[in-house]
């Protein structure tokens, strides 16, 4: 199912970025992050590589919405993104962390009873010590200006 993100802001929402700053395109959720935070009206918590460690800070929000934003291999053009929901996560899992996605998605399900989304960037390069690709520098800047416009920032 294709889900915008007009479609999925919904209620009390928190976006939680995830991905490792050293290894190229997996920086952008953190980057995102640090570009939204101050800037929208929702918490912004930046997971990095361990999300699983960011679960208590999520809960503690009570959203009705969580929108993980993290580097996705879906098949696309690098950095082209997508939104997935419930089910399609699981059977995407995140591409370089070691969490078991299943596990992270049930665990704030079950204690959040929250809508949870995966926006996922098609990474061109995850290489250590790569510096984040054009495709996705300018995903970035895209989706930035969007959710600052959705937010009300």
């Known amino acids: 199912m ?15 970025g ?16 640090e570009r939204l935070s101050g800037q929208v009206n929702v918490p912004c918590i930046d997971a990095g590589s361990s999300p699983e460690n960011y ?12 929108l993980i934003v ?4 879906h098949g ?11 089910e399609e996560i699981v059977k995407s899992g995140f591409t370089t ?10 665990y704030l399900e079950s204690e959040t009873r929250a809508q949870i989304y995966l926006l996922g960037v098609e990474p061109e390069t995850l290489s250590l010590g790569e510096e984040m690709s054009g495709a996705v520098r300018q995903t970035l800047f895209d989706l930035e200006n969007k959710l600052k416009e ?3 920032a």
Do not use: Q
């Open 55 to 66: 679960t208590g800070k999520i809960i503690r929000e009570k959203p009705d919405t969580i």
């Open 97 to 106: 962390h070691d969490l078991s996605p299943k596990l992270f998605i049930e």
């Open 18 to 33: 995830v991905g490792n700053v050293l290894r190229g395109d997996d920086a952008f959720g953190p980057a995102l992050i």
């Open 76 to 86: 696309g053009e690098p950095g082209a993104y997508m939104i997935l929901a419930g």
């Open 150 to 152: 959705l937010l009300h």
């Open 2 to 16: 294709k889900h915008s993100l007009e479609s999925v802001l919904k209620g009390k929402i928190v976006i939680v």
């Open 70 to 73: 993290d580097a996705l291999h």
